[in-house]
T-cell receptor, first 113, second 116 residues
Framework: QKEVEQDPGPLSVPEGAIVSLNCTYS??????FMWYRQYSRKGPELLMYTYSSGNKEDGRFTAQVDKSSKYISLFIRDSQPSDSATYLCAMRGATTNDYKLSFGAGTTVTVRA | GAVVSQHPSRVICKSGTSVKIECRSLDFQATTMFWYRQFPKKSLMLMATSNEGSKATYEQGVEKDKFLINHASLTLSTLTVTSAHPEDSSFYICSASRQGDRDTQYFGPGTRLTVL
């Protein structure tokens, strides 16, 4: 079993729709949770960064963490064609030496104009 | 701030040659740099972690003699793929953490290596 599971999609939505992405994980030691956006043939770009459980909102993006279910989500409201990319979840533990990230496989999203 | 560059962005080489990829933090000092490999439609696989001035720490299954990593300064790390073979063809991405903040990794744009 992979440490982080993420449905690779692809996911296609019309412009203006809400995009819902999620990851599940097995390691209960994970405390920091991140979402990255990666455009084709580019490096990942950090979108959201959350610690422990709860919600975090930044503009059109909302990240949710449910540690009891080992489940994290990213919602993109009012999606735009420019949101078309691969979205990767990543997570790590909380100790000083737990700086290595564990990534999901990434979900490819296409927003149709 | 927090810009990371990689050079070259794309390289094609013949089997048996060595290829060097540079990773630079342009506007911050990076105590730690990470090297990843990414296959099509697959997640990033951490290859090694390098700290400035010390030897890199390689992940299990990654050949140290095959993938040479040097982190000579706080703004530069290099990955050299020695005696490259077609199976080494991949997308190599580096990331860097600011000095004093290893929580956040800033990624470079990646290098596409094709070995013929």
């Amino acid at each position: 079993q992979k440490e982080v599971e993420q449905d690779p999609g692809p996911l296609s939505v019309p412009e203006g729709a809400i995009v819902s992405l999620n990851c599940t994980y097995s390691n209960s030691a994970f405390q920091y949770f991140m979402w990255y956006r990666q455009y084709s043939r580019k490096g990942p770009e950090l979108l959201m960064y959350t610690y422990s459980s709860g919600n975090k909102e930044d503009g059109r993006f909302t990240a949710q963490v449910d540690k009891s279910s080992k489940y994290i989500s990213l919602f993109i409201r009012d999606s735009q064609p420019s949101d078309s990319a691969t979205y990767l979840c990543a997570m790590r533990g909380a100790t000083t030496n737990d700086y290595k990230l564990s990534f999901g496989a990434g979900t490819t999203v296409t927003v149709r104009a | 701030g927090a810009v990371v560059s990689q050079h070259p962005s794309r390289v094609i080489c013949k089997s048996g040659t060595s290829v060097k990829i540079e990773c630079r933090s342009l506007d911050f000092q990076a105590t730690t740099m990470f090297w990843y490999r990414q296959f099509p439609k697959k997640s990033l696989m951490l290859m090694a972690t390098s700290n400035e001035g010390s030897k890199a720490t390689y992940e299990q299954g990654v050949e140290k003699d095959k993938f040479l990593i040097n982190h000579a300064s706080l703004t530069l790390s290099t990955l050299t793929v020695t005696s490259a073979h077609p199976e080494d063809s991949s997308f190599y991405i580096c990331s860097a953490s600011r000095q004093g903040d290893r929580d956040t990794q800033y990624f470079g744009p990646g290098t596409r290596l094709t070995v013929l």
